[in-house]
């Protein structure tokens, strides 16, 4: 009977050290550990950082530089696959979407999207392309195109752009990202399936070296404001809040004043005291 | 030494005059505890740049930059004043009590600071910008804040106090207009007023202004802890920096009294108030007022004039003041056979100091240039430049002066050799290696991030 009890517990702790054992490798481990690497991409870590120039094969059969693009004029750079069942499409309408409301494509910037799955030929993103339904004048600065695997991971890597393949599909886990680039550098990042034409402006604005506005989100139960702001026209009024400001100098003044006011007084009557024995 | 200044006008009895005396070594003596423990949160800092403490939580980084930057324009600011005000005292004659009571606040609001910062871990900033103190997402708990801020208002009502009783004991012997030197600007030389008393009155009526502007935030800062009524950030950003800026201007200036009373004792030649000065510094009075605006260059919903505004007044406010002070020092000290003894060798080469930060402090306050410098080493280089090589140099050097006048001795040549080589040397070294890097970094690349924050972003995200 104590034989079989020892028996009985020593595989209890054999089962616990082995399952022990294997928790590094369990599979709440690899999620977290894919989890971290899956995370939204973050602007902070590569701002301002260099870009590869890498080649790219277009749609309309061209082999050109990045570079060839940036050199012009900022590019927007995104990151799609052709046989996408997922974001691509929908952020890409919403891209040409924002960018109709915003303005400025061709003279301050231009779009590439670049597929990343090496599978991708030229010829299937141009039908990729053609289900965007850019206008006439648009298709001249929207750029579709694929570039050698290697040179995609090292482009993606400089923007942290990343992706995975799902298991038994022909999809891929990848987050809908743009890189604002100038000159090479990365300006800015914009993470998120959709693109709002908001932010898509002070992306640009930053490109080309414009101030991005920050303003406090209305709330009514806010008493005092400085400006009344109207992110949308960019005019602002003066509100209340501004006497706040102009409250300083003047309480001070008044201060000072009266601190002063006691030497003006006894001046003036040891003066008219004077006046009067002198008189007298 | 030769006697430069004006004749001494306030006698004082010999038990009042050891009192002030006890009283400015008092604040010198706390200077030099708190200046090696700020410096050594300062190295902390670098340190963590240079990722020698990789598992320490980054909070304790902004802990320690909050605990550093309120610490020492704090620490400066006192010492600045308690100089300036033992200098007066030969001119008019401020309050023993409120000094003593306002050492007594500053001591304790000193303590509350170190509470809130090393213990509740409130990481904000010196500039606490609001909503970030009772929203801080976990990373101190509100009761820190709450130190914190009323640590600030302790510190405030002391500091109101001590510049209120200085005003009236200036009050008491020269009218508004003579103490502002308004007659030198109509021709006029009499009353004979030395340039301190016009540079402190200028001062403390700017440092009142920037206190009332404080005590103004910190009611919206209540407002919102304890009733629920937000306050507009932009607002509470202008109060600060109002506050802030007019702060280490002040401080700035508060040396530059001390230089102007000083220097002349050591190379003989007396510093008057003339027309020049007189205008120079009541425009300083004014442009003060304007020149914090450049703190606000990103904050576009506030209209381009003010913008506008800040970088004019910036370029402004250094004409008068620094080459007024700046040129006159050099005059002053040319074909001089002066005695170069540490103090005055301290004051010196703490407006050559003052000259070189400020020329980059100018520059960083150019619109165009901010959006590059913005968030960069550069912003910490300037102002270490200005404030540890310019403003630290002239009280050090007020420090000396007044340290060897009391204990009638003269210090060894080469003890003042080696002092003045390594603070010039550590000093600009220190300084150069912050600009240098400014130069080759993008914004805000030398923060830490804590982790809970980028959590937090996402999740608003």
């Not at chain 1, 693109?195 to 490109?207: D, N, T």
């Not at chain 2, 038990?15 to 009283?23: G, K, N, P, S, V």
């Not at chain 2, 423990?37 to 020698?52: I, P």
């Not at chain 2, 000093?427 to 690349?445: E, H, I, K, Q, V």
Request: proline share 6%; with cysteine; aromatic share 12%.
């Amino acid at each position: 009977m104590g034989s079989c009890l020892r028996h009985r517990w020593s595989k209890v702790i054999v089962t616990a050290l082995c399952l022990l054992a294997l928790c590094p490798f369990s599979p709440a481990q690899r999620r977290g550990s894919d989890e971290n690497e899956r995370l939204p991409p973050r602007e902070e870590e590569v701002i301002y950082g260099r870009v590869p120039d890498i080649t790219v094969r277009t749609i309309v059969g061209k082999t050109q530089r990045l570079s060839d693009w940036w050199q012009k004029r900022p590019v927007l750079l995104t990151f799609v696959f052709a046989h996408c069942a997922g974001v691509c499409y929908p952020y890409l309408n919403s891209l040409r979407d924002a960018i109709r409301q915003v303005g400025g494509l061709g003279s301050d910037y231009e779009v590439v999207a670049l597929s990343f799955a090496p599978e991708d030929a030229p010829t299937e993103l141009r039908l990729m392309a053609e289900a965007l339904r850019l206008l006439g004048k648009e298709r001249a600065y929207w750029h579709f195109g694929v570039g050698e695997p290697k040179a995609m991971e090292r482009l993606g890597h400089a923007v942290r752009f990343w992706y995975r393949r799902i298991k038994g599909t022909n999809q891929y886990d990848h987050p809908a990202m743009l890189a604002a680039i100038k000159d090479g550098r990365v300006i800015r990042l914009l993470v998120g399936a959709t693109v709002s034409p908001m932010r898509l402006r002070e992306v640009l604005q930053e490109l080309k070296g414009e101030p991005v506005l920050v303003y406090p989100l209305p709330d009514a139960r806010m008493p005092f404001r400085c400006f009344r702001y109207d992110p949308k026209t960019g005019a602002w009024r003066p509100d209340i809040g501004l006497l706040a400001l102009l409250a300083p100098p003047l309480l001070t003044a008044m201060v000072v004043l009266g601190l002063f006011r006691r030497k003006a007084v006894q001046e003036r009557h040891q003066a008219s005291e004077g006046r009067t024995s002198f008189d007298r | 030494m030769a006697e430069i200044a004006l004749p001494a006008e306030v006698e004082w009895a010999p038990a009042e005059r050891a009192a002030f005396q006890r009283l400015t070594l008092a604040w010198g003596g706390t200077l030099f505890v708190l200046f090696p423990v700020l410096g050594l949160l300062g190295l902390f800092m670098r340190l963590s740049h240079a990722n020698f403490f990789p598992d320490l939580d980054p909070i304790w980084f902004y802990a320690a930059l909050t605990l550093h930057g309120v610490g020492m324009v704090g620490l400066w600011f006192i010492t600045g004043f308690s100089g300036v005000l033992y200098l007066l005292s030969r001119y008019v004659r401020p309050s023993l009590a409120v000094s003593r009571l306002s050492f007594a606040l500053t001591l304790f609001g000193v303590l509350l600071l170190v509470i809130a910062t090393l213990v509740g871990r409130f990481a904000a900033g010196w500039y606490f910008l609001y909503p970030l103190p009772y929203r801080s997402g976990g990373a101190w708990a509100n009761w820190a804040t709450d130190v914190y801020l009323i640590a600030l208002a302790i510190l405030g009502v002391a500091w109101t106090l001590w510049a209120l009783d200085l005003l009236r004991a200036i009050a008491q012997r020269y009218r508004l207009s003579q103490a502002l030197c308004w007659h030198f600007l109509r021709g006029e030389t009499k009353p004979e007023v030395p340039p301190l008393i016009l540079i402190t009155t200028v001062s403390t009526i700017a440092s009142l202004t920037g206190f009332v502007a404080a005590v103004i935030l910190l009611a919206f800062f209540a407002a919102d802890r304890f009733a629920g009524v937000p306050a507009d950030p932009l607002l509470m950003k202008n109060l600060v920096f109002y506050f802030g800026h007019v702060l280490v201007n002040i401080t700035m200036y508060l040396g530059v009294a001390m230089l102007y009373d000083v220097l002349p004792q050591y190379v003989g030649r007396p510093w008057k108030t003339t027309a020049t000065t007189a205008f120079a510094w009541n425009a300083v009075l004014f442009l003060v007022l304007f020149a914090y605006f450049h703190h606000l260059y990103m904050d576009f919903a506030q209209p381009k004039a003010f913008q506008v505004l800040g970088q004019v007044a910036s370029y402004m406010i250094s004409l008068p003041a620094a080459v007024v002070s700046i040129l006159g020092t050099l005059a002053m000290v040319y074909r001089t056979k002066g005695r170069w003894t540490l103090a005055s060798s301290l004051l010196f080469a703490g407006t050559m100091g003052w000259a070189v930060g400020g020329v980059a402090a100018v520059i960083d306050s150019t619109i165009a240039i901010n959006f590059r410098f913005h968030n960069t080493l550069w912003v910490p280089a300037h102002f270490h430049t200005y404030f540890l090589m310019g403003v630290v140099l002239m009280i050090m050097g007020f420090l000396a002066h007044l340290t060897a006048k009391l204990s009638g001795r003269e210090e060894p040549p080469a003890l003042r050799r080696t002092i003045l080589t390594l603070l010039l040397v550590g000093g600009y070294g220190f300084c150069s290696c912050s600009t240098l890097r400014a130069l080759t970094m993008s914004p805000a690349d030398m923060l830490p991030i804590p982790k809970n924050w980028h959590k937090a972003s996402l999740t608003l995200g």
